[in-house]
């Protein structure tokens, strides 16, 4: 039998994608995947359409999120799976989140105006699904589109990141608790990208990590070198984690990373799925 092409990290616009989700899945199926995960950040809105449309091409969806956490003072996403979006505590701890999101929003706009980029806040709010997730993202499109900078990621790195001109910190819940709020709602967790361009994960740190409850890492992935995946397989073995990847797909909005560009191996799949705990979401 063909092993199974599974993805377990993808976007849409309901968060810094370009496709909605319908179309997401679509493209997902057309590209040969078996299984797809649509993960927006801190958001569940795409869930419903996505259904649809992956009922319509016979691929089956994991309902997912990769939640911003903090993690050690660092800023740290992580992959939720399979759990009940209307917990109380999960409602809470991501209404506090996009909170923070669209909080950061006008004091980014402020410092980029002290430094001669004068954008229209309504014009970055119209980049993004009044019911998902604004980030970052679309005012580096805005950016982008008036002809500050090249592209998104120039945007980012002399603007928006830490330490950049118009860097501006918001709350995100400790990555500690949000492992735990995900495993209380019947899901499971992975780390998401722990040696990415954003985000470097000690390695003494993941112990502590599995024993809050994570349940995998996020192994194949883009952003991951040839040395960091074999360091991070090797932390996944060695702690009995599950081993995922995934192609972090942002429609247009991220080149070098096509649906199914990394995988996950299916009975990584399969050893992750079951540790959901309230049946098969
Ligand atoms: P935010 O949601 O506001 O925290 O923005 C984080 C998102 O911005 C990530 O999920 C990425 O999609 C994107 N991002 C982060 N760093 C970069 C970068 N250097 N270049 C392009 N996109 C980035
Ligand atoms: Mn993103
Ligand atoms: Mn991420
Ligand atoms: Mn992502």
């Not at 759990?83 to 980029?112: T, V, W, Y």
């Not at 806040?121 to 580096?140: F, L, Q, T, Y």
């Not at 805005?142 to 001109?165: I, N, S």
């Amino acid at each position: 039998m063909k092993p199974m092409r599974i993805d377990l990290h993808t976007h849409s616009n309901c968060s810094d994608g370009t496709d909605n989700p319908a179309d997401l899945i679509a493209k997902a199926a057309q590209a040969g995947l078996d299984v797809v995960a649509l993960t927006d950040h801190d958001t569940t809105v795409g869930w419903a359409p996505a259904m649809a449309a992956a009922e319509h091409h016979a691929i089956h969806l994991v309902r997912g999120m990769e939640i911003s956490t903090r993690n050690q003072g660092q800023g740290q996403h992580l992959l939720g799976y399979g759990f009940d979006p209307q917990r109380p505590a999960l409602i809470e701890m991501l209404r506090r989140g996009n909170e923070g999101r669209e909080g950061r929003i006008p004091a980014i706009l402020e410092r980029l105006r002290a430094h001669g980029i004068d954008l229209d806040e309504a014009a970055v709010w119209a980049g993004a699904k009044a019911d998902g997730s604004i980030g970052r993202p679309h005012i580096a499109d805005v950016m982008v589109r008036e002809g500050h900078v090249a592209d998104r990621g120039a945007a980012f790195t002399e603007y928006l990141v830490p330490g950049a001109k118009a860097y501006v910190e918001r709350y995100a819940p400790d990555i500690i608790e949000a492992i735990g709020v995900i495993a209380d709602a019947g899901g499971v967790t992975v780390i998401a990208h722990p040696r990415g361009r954003n985000s470097t994960v000690p390695l003494k740190r993941f112990d502590e990590l599995k024993a809050a409850g994570l349940n995998g890492i996020e192994v194949d992935h883009q952003e991951h070198g040839v040395e960091a995946r074999a360091e991070l397989r090797q932390i996944a073995t060695e702690l009995d984690l599950v081993i995922t990847g995934s192609s972090d797909h942002h429609g247009t909005a991220k080149l070098d990373h096509d649906l199914g560009c990394n995988t996950t191996a299916q009975d990584q799949y399969e050893r992750l799925m079951a540790g959901v705990r309230h049946g098969p979401l």
